[in-house]
Structures are given as structure tokens and as C-alpha cells.
């Protein structure tokens, strides 16, 4: 059993091209469910399983429970972990290790969908604005927040560009997303200005001995890590009182602006780097929100009244 979960993790890194922190959640999930089903004590009803082939759709099911009981999976993990299950298992059948799949029939967890936490477009601007001075880590904090935001890049994509990636000329960089998918995305205006100021007045006093390729340096000469990110725009949102600020909220900013600015769909699509258009669409739903919330407040007639007889 423990070979067939070897065998899925290397096809889903070496064939699909799944980014390490995919492998790295289904490993884990795959993980429990090997522990599970090999150990009655668990809370497993059936004795204990030395091959997937005997698992039944019912196994699936008390595993489910397991995680969402025992383990405390919230909603979207246990989607996960449901969706890492019928993977698979599918690739078992495909495989030819078994012959049946167990998950065919089982339907994944609905989750709860929670609008993305977005900024105002007052906000993002004290939030850039309040990063100054010339000195090398103000122009890199300035610079990164502006490509988050300017861009709509993930954290991790950030700190994985590359100098090489960028040309101000052309007006665009070259990003590794999700699963080694290579986008291109606009790069221009004040994300452009930051970055180059950065480039040339800021990186080249953090280059310690052999040089670096990474466009953000740490104080140290190194490739600047996603912890450093997370803790400067959590620093830089407690100055303007947003507290707990992700990184992933310039992103959806940045997205949720351009759709209310008029964008297509379909290019912020491309843009964000998103498979399925579905992902996107969270973002009419944040913009609907924010039409709600500017007619209550504005429309002389939106509020509730007391109804007169």
C-alpha cells in the first residue's frame, strides 16, 4: 500500500507537474488514510486493510467522518482530501493496481464560499504610500507591494522571479505559477517605476558576494523568502490598521479593482493565472458585495423604514 502511495506522489509531481505544496497536502492526506485503514483503533469498523483493492465506498465514507471528527479537517480541507482520494484512486484503476474505484460515487464536500478579503483602493494607496525613504529594504518593501498589487502576483511567484523574467521595455513579465505554468502578465506603471527604482538604487547595496538572479534580495544577499513577505505587508497593514493582512489580499485587490474598473473576465483570468474561469468569478461576487454595500449607504431611499399604517 505504502508503494502505491509512492508510485502517486511521484506521478503527480514528475507527470502532472503538481507544485510541491500539492504533493506535499495529498502525501499527508494519504498518510491518515493508510493509517486509517490499518488500524481498527482508529475508529475503522472493518479489520485491517493490507491492500487498496478491498476498500469499499463505505471505507471512504468513515474516513471522511474520521477526518472531519477526529482530525478537525475544516470544509475546504476535507474537500481536499476527498478530491486527493478520488485521484488516487482513479489513477489506481488506470494503473491497472485495481479494479474497481471505490470514490467513483462519492461526491465531493460543499464548501462554504468565503469572499476574499479585499482592500479599498484608499487603502492599498496609504498602504504603498506609507513605505518611503532610500534606503535598500524601504525601496524593495515599495517595490513589492506595488508588483502584489500592480501585478496580482501570488507570494510565491514573486519571490521565485527572476531579473531575467523582467522586461520594462515590452511593458511585461514572465511568472512560474502554480505547477511550473509559465504566464505572462502586464508589468507597467507604478509597479514598474518601484521595481526599477529598487533595481537600481536599492538591490545592488543587498548583492553579497556571488550574485543573486532573484530580482528580491534579503538583507543578506539571499533570495528573499515567502515568512519575510508575510511579515513586512502584515507590518505594513497594521500602519494603516488592517490587521492580519495576507499578501494574497493585494492579489485579490488587485483583481477585484481592475474587474470594477471594467476588465474582462477573461483577461484577469489569464492575468491572475487561473485554470478555470470559475476560480475568477469569486471576484463578481466581491464586486456585487461592494455595489450593496455603496447603494445602502448612498441611496437616500435604501435604508429600512418603519412602515406607516
Known amino acids: 500500500m505504502e508503494d502505491m502511495i509512492n508510485e502517486y506522489l511521484s506521478h503527480l509531481s514528475v507527470e502532472r507537474g503538481s507544485s510541491p505544496l500539492t504533493v506535499k497536502a495529498y502525501a499527508h492526506d494519504l498518510e491518515y488514510y493508510y493509517d486509517f485503514l490499518s488500524h481498527p483503533e482508529l475508529g475503522f469498523s472493518r479489520a485491517p486493510l493490507t491492500s487498496f483493492r478491498d476498500v ?4 471512504i465514507i468513515e474516513f471522511e467522518e474520521y477526518l472531519l471528527n477526529e482530525k478537525n479537517y475544516a470544509p475546504s480541507s476535507l474537500a481536499r482530501a476527498i478530491s486527493c482520494l478520488k485521484s488516487f484512486h482513479k489513477f489506481l484503476v488506470r494503473e491497472n ?8 460515487s462519492i461526491t465531493l464536500p460543499r464548501k462554504a464560499q468565503n469572499l476574499p478579503d479585499v482592500l479599498s483602493v484608499e487603502q492599498v494607496s496609504r498602504l504603498i504610500d506609507g513605505i518611503t525613504g532610500d534606503d535598500p529594504l524601504k525601496l524593495r518593501d515599495r ?3 506595488e508588483m502584489l498589487y500592480g501585478c496580482g502576483l501570488r507570494v510565491s511567484e514573486l519571490c521565485g522571479l527572476d531579473i531575467d523574467r523582467l522586461d520594462s521595455h515590452e511593458g511585461f513579465i514572465i511568472v512560474f505559477g502554480k505547477g511550473g505554468k509559465e504566464r505572462i502578465v502586464p508589468f507597467s506603471g507604478a509597479a514598474e517605476r518601484a521595481t526599477r527604482r529598487y533595481l537600481e538604487e536599492g538591490r545592488p547595496s543587498l548583492v ?6 532573484a530580482v528580491f534580495l534579503n538583507s543578506r544577499g539571499g533570495r528573499l523568502s515567502r515568512q519575510s513577505v508575510f511579515k513586512m505587508v502584515q507590518a505594513a497593514g497594521l500602519s494603516i490598521g488592517v490587521k492580519n493582512l495576507h499578501p494574497h489580499s493585494l492579489r485579490h485587490s488587485c483583481a477585484t479593482h481592475m474587474l470594477e474598473g471594467g476588465a474582462d473576465l477573461r483577461i484577469i483570468q489569464d ?7 470559475s ?3 469569486i ?4 464586486q456585487r458585495s ?13 435604508k429600512e423604514q418603519p412602515f406607516e399604517q
Do not use: W
Not at 492575468?271 to 474561469?277: A, C
Not at 471576484?283 to 466581491?286: E, G, L, M, Q, S
Open 56 to 59: 469499499r465506498r463505505s471505507d
Open 97 to 104: 493496481f485495481c479494479e474497481e474505484n471505490p470514490t467513483s
Open 143 to 145: 517595490a513589492i507591494l
Open 208 to 213: 553579497k558576494g556571488a550574485a543573486s538572479s
Open 271 to 277: 492575468m491572475l493565472g487561473h485554470s478555470d474561469i
Open 279 to 281: 476560480t475568477t468569478q
Open 283 to 286: 471576484y463578481t461576487h466581491v
Open 290 to 302: 461592494h455595489i450593496r454595500e455603496e447603494y445602502l449607504n448612498a441611496h437616500p431611499r435604501a
